[in-house]
Every structure is written in structure tokens, then in C-alpha cells.
């Protein structure tokens, strides 16, 4: 399965060319796009490459809501084979389609994904992420089955059940959220089992939320030799748009499905490569329900120098936040993958956190539950003192806004089978 | 040498109760307890008839607990020792009573200290002694 590996110019030019067959197709097919174009005076045929692109209007999450459930579906009726959905934790759900095509390009994304992390046909890949209108665990299902492998479709919870798959049927890649992954990892341990010895996983595919470099390194040393960040959302397909090689420097993004823009979420400007901002993603491969500059809310950093690995499809940084996970506390923009680097790197805390804000007065309060580690080491307050009082500069060394951090009894915080809850927002606002 | 085990807690009602019910289910009994609290957390430090399974049971109720090494005397000889100690140079970190008749110490350097006391006469009890 070599047929990714092309040069920055075959890029480019499918790209081009795969943009040109989008606008087309959107405008004969989608009476959304077709408004769209109209309004705005686009001529589809002045779309010639991807500089192009400016010049149409981006396309939100509040363009899927007010078009619920299925206004930006472009394929006929009869085409379509699949429907996803993400939650709708305010009102409607997001609702995807697929076509046949579909299903087998993002199977096809996701072996990429899996090859390019080390994962080969020999491997026992368990997928660990939720089966059904999330496209997590059926995304990373297809992929494993492109490629030869053998799956584990375990799906989400029942920690010990997970526990006993890797251990009797010798799973040798996980496939779920970071946060999981550190729970599986810790409820190995209470079960008296040492991941590292008595499990044999060898690659780890964490994704559907951001996670650091500290955790990486945590994930490593406790549960898997080598853990990877996977890119994705149902919108794009679900995982599979965007996966770390082996050089863990970036994520490449399959450049020849997915046209990637950083864009100034204010002005929505398009940034420069090595600028940190908003992605926006074309889907030009897509048939259901392709998206035209699909705002994804995520932060990034476009870098497309070559990388080392050999493959020439540019790559993003790891998400660095989200523009609605963003929290503005007192003005100032505090994203949780900030506070998540500093506990990591910290002795005597958990990775496990929570932040909370509230509102004294017409203040903002930004209040961090941390716990205290099983292993700490003290019987004497002052150091418990010091603990809290480090970190509570440290978090405003990075946040520039004083943080009350609170510390807690260990596994006192809950704990997430899927996406971890760890803001609570209690401002009236 | 004795051995306190120092329990870190929310300070919130129900959890002091919570972690001496602990005790008791297994059977451990409380010979002294201090507190020292800050804010909204604090740290219990215990002297049980059985530390060591103790240490084992709370440990696996997901406690954030540790063994310290502290040394015991008498109420009556107090004075003298707190002399002698800073006499020799060794802090006192923190102390509470004990069946109000004994003082619970943890002080910089047990060994030193033991030695210190013993030198001067002075007793360093066990659990049980009887005062």
C-alpha cells in the first residue's frame, strides 16, 4: 500500500485537480453550495487551484445545524450508505452521510494512518474507541481491516473486560483516547498487572481530543512502547485525516483527500505555514457530503517542510486547543492542554484534572482539582503547601491569571471512558 | 522504631469518618492522632496497633498514605527532652499526645535523637508502655 507516497508536485496537482471536480460537483449537486456560489457571485469555473480557495465563503458548524439534519448533502439520496452523527450537547446533532466511495476512501485513510504509526498485518489491533454513530470506532475498524490485521472490536468501557482482551488475545495495538489509555494503564496496576511487562502493546493511536508531549511521554513509559496522535472528526469522515509517523513531529494530513487552510479565527484571514491559527479543511475527495472550507474549530500550526519519514504530505502540530474548548477567563484565552502540560511535568499530582470556573462579584474565578499521586511522599504539610503554591505559579507563569488550584484525594476526580469532562463553566453569563 | 502513617485528606466533612471506618472494618485500632490542615486539605498522621496492614488496606482505597518514622516518650519527661534535643541540634517537626500521658514526636533525625535521650536518662517508649 504505497500509493500515497507521491511528491509534493503530484500533490499539488491532485489537489488542483480534485478541487476543480468539487466546486463542480457541490454546485450541480448541493442547492446549499449552489446558494452559496450565487450569493457571493462565485463563478465555479473560476476555482482553478487551491489559491483559489479564498475566495469562497467558509462553512461552519452553524451551517450543519441550521441545515439539519441532511441540507449539505451533495450525493443522491440513492448513493448514500451510511449516516454518523456526532452529540448535540446543544440542540441538533451533527449528522454526516457517506456514499460507498465513501466508506472505502476512509478505510483506506485509516490503514495509511495505521501503517504509517508501525502497524502491520501481523499486528492484534484493539479498538477501544465508541462503535456506532461515533465514527471513532468503526474509522480505526476499517483501517486495521484494510491492512491485514487482526480486530478487537472491545468498543468503549468495561476497563476490565478491556484488560483481559489484551492480555489473553495479546493485543499489540490500542486504539482509543489518551485519557482512556492512562485509566487502562492505571487499572492495570490496580489489578496487579505491569502493562509494560505483562501487556505487549507496541503502537497506541490516542486521538479524539488533544493531549501532550507530557503524555505521551507517560503513556509510554506506563502502557505503550510508541503512542501516536490520530486527527479526525465526523465531519472530515472521522479519524483518519491526519496521523503522527514514526518521527512524532507533526501529523501528516492526507493531502490528497483534505485540503488544510490556517485561518485567524477573528478575521478568518489565511495564515502563513509555521502561524499558529484555526483549520480549515475541503474535503475533495468526499462524495455524500463533501465540505468546502469546513471551519474545524481546532488550533494548529500548518508545517510543510519535508519530513524525515520520506512521505511528502505536509503535516499539523498537535492540536493545541479548541476555539470552543477555548476558555476566556478575565479576557485572557486559557486552553486545558496548557494546565495539562504543567501537571504532567509535575511530582506529586495525577494527570487528572479539572478546572472550574465561576464568578465572584464581576470577577472571574479559574479554580484547578488536581489530585495528589497514590505515591506521594510526606508526611509534612509545608510540603503539600509547596506543591500547591508551585503550581499555582507555574499556572500563572503560563496563564498569566491567578488560578487557585485545589488539591484533591487520589482518583477522587472522574474519571471519562470517552472524551474526559474536565471544565465545568459555572459563570451566569 | 515506631512508624506513623500520614493520610492525606480533603478537609471536608465525612472524610476523617470516612478513613477511620476504614480502620475499624479491618479491625485496626487508633492509638493517637494528629491533624494538621491547610485550606481545604489536610494530613492525618496515625499510630495504629497494626501499621503495616493497615498501609496495605489504604493503600488499596486509593489513600495517598506513607510511612514516617517518629519516636515516643513520656508527658512527664518533656521538658527535659525538648532540652536535650535542642541541645543536640535536632528539630522538632511536629508532636501530639498520646493516652494523655505519652508525646508522639517526629523530629529531623530519630536515630540522633534516640541516642540523645537515652544518653540523658530518658525514655523512648514503645507503643504499649504503660506510663
Known amino acids: 500500500m504505497c500509493t500515497y507516497k507521491l511528491s509534493k508536485s503530484e500533490i499539488v496537482e491532485l489537489q488542483n485537480k480534485r478541487l476543480r471536480w468539487l466546486v463542480k460537483y457541490v454546485y450541480e449537486r448541493s442547492p446549499f453550495y449552489r446558494r452559496r456560489f450565487i450569493e457571493n457571485r462565485i463563478d465555479p469555473d473560476d476555482i482553478r487551484t487551491k489559491e483559489d480557495l479564498k475566495k469562497i465563503p467558509f462553512t461552519t458548524k452553524t451551517d450543519l445545524r441550521d441545515n439539519y439534519p441532511l441540507g449539505l448533502v451533495s450525493a443522491d439520496p440513492s448513493q448514500i450508505v451510511r449516516f454518523h452523527a456526532s452529540s448535540g450537547t446543544t440542540g441538533n446533532p451533527t449528522v454526516v452521510a457517506y456514499t460507498k466511495q465513501d466508506v472505502e476512501n476512509w478505510a483506506e485513510l485509516n490503514a495509511r494512518c495505521l501503517e504509517i504509526a508501525g502497524v502491520t498485518s501481523n499486528d492484534v489491533v484493539q479498538v477501544a474507541y465508541g462503535y456506532g454513530l461515533f465514527t471513532g470506532g468503526l474509522g480505526l475498524h476499517y483501517g486495521a481491516e484494510r491492512l491485514g490485521a ?5 468498543s468503549t468501557g468495561n476497563t476490565k473486560r478491556q484488560l ?24 492495570a496496576r490496580d489489578e496487579g498487572l505491569d502493562p509494560k511487562r505483562d501487556l505487549k502493546i507496541r503502537v497506541g493511536v490516542f486521538g479524539a481530543e488533544p493531549w501532550s508531549e507530557n503524555t505521551r511521554r507517560r503513556l509510554e513509559e506506563q502502557f505503550v512502547e510508541s503512542a501516536h496522535d490520530i486527527y479526525g472528526m465526523s465531519e472530515l469522515n472521522g479519524p483518519g485525516v491526519a496521523m503522527e509517523c514514526s518521527m512524532k513531529d507533526g501529523l501528516h494530513v492526507w493531502e490528497d483527500h483534505y485540503i ?20 480549515a479543511v475541503t474535503t ?71 478546572l472550574v470556573v465561576d464568578r465572584e462579584g464581576v470577577m472571574d474565578r479559574l479554580m484547578v482539582r488536581v489530585e495528589v499521586s497514590e505515591d506521594f511522599k510526606t508526611d509534612r504539610l509545608t510540603d503539600l503547601v509547596n506543591l500547591q503554591q508551585k503550581l499555582e505559579e507555574e499556572l500563572k507563569d503560563t496563564l498569566s491569571i491567578h488560578a487557585v488550584v485545589e488539591l484533591v484525594e487520589p482518583k477522587k476526580l472522574p474519571r471519562s471512558e470517552g472524551k474526559a469532562q474536565r471544565i465545568i463553566d459555572m459563570r451566569k453569563i | 522504631m515506631i512508624k506513623q502513617l500520614s493520610v492525606f485528606l480533603e478537609n471536608r466533612p465525612g472524610r476523617l469518618a470516612n478513613l477511620l471506618d476504614i480502620l475499624e472494618r479491618n479491625n485496626i485500632r487508633v492509638l493517637a492522632m494528629g491533624i494538621a490542615e491547610a485550606g481545604n486539605y489536610g494530613i492525618v498522621r496515625l499510630i495504629l496497633d497494626k501499621e503495616g496492614e493497615a498501609l496495605e488496606v ?23 527532652a525538648v532540652k536535650i534535643l535542642g541541645n543536640a541540634s535536632i528539630n522538632i517537626d511536629y508532636a501530639y499526645t498520646m493516652d494523655c500521658q505519652k508525646v508522639v514526636l517526629k523530629v529531623s533525625n530519630e536515630m540522633e535523637a534516640m541516642r540523645a535521650l537515652s544518653a540523658a536518662g530518658i525514655k523512648v517508649l514503645s507503643v504499649r508502655d504503660e506510663q
Open chain 1, 164 to 187: 483481559k482482551l489484551m492480555k489473553d488475545l495479546g493485543t499489540t495495538v490500542i486504539c482509543c483516547t489518551p485519557s482512556y489509555g492512562l485509566f487502562l494503564a492505571e487499572s
Open chain 1, 284 to 354: 475533495i475527495k468526499k462524495e455524500g457530503m463533501p465540505l468546502l472550507r469546513y471551519r474545524t474549530r481546532d488550533i494548529t500550526i500548518l508545517e510543510d517542510q519535508p519530513c524525515e519519514c520520506g512521505l511528502n504530505h505536509a503535516r499539523i502540530k498537535r492540536i493545541l486547543g479548541r476555539t470552543d474548548d477555548m476558555l476566556k477567563i478575565r479576557g485572557i484565552c486559557v486552553f486545558p492542554s496548557q494546565v495539562e502540560e504543567i501537571l504532567m511535568k509535575t511530582e506529586g499530582v495525577s494527570p487528572h484534572y479539572q
Open chain 2, 58 to 80: 489504604l493503600r488499596s482505597s486509593n489513600m495517598a498514605v506513607n510511612e514516617t518514622n517518629v519516636i515516643i516518650i513520656g508527658l512527664n519527661d518533656l521538658t527535659s
Open chain 1, 150 to 154: 487482526k480486530v478487537i472490536p472491545a
Open chain 1, 260 to 279: 488544510v487552510e490556517i485561518i485567524d479565527p477573528n478575521t478568518g484571514e489565511v495564515l502563513e505555514p509555521g502561524e499558529k491559527g484555526e483549520m
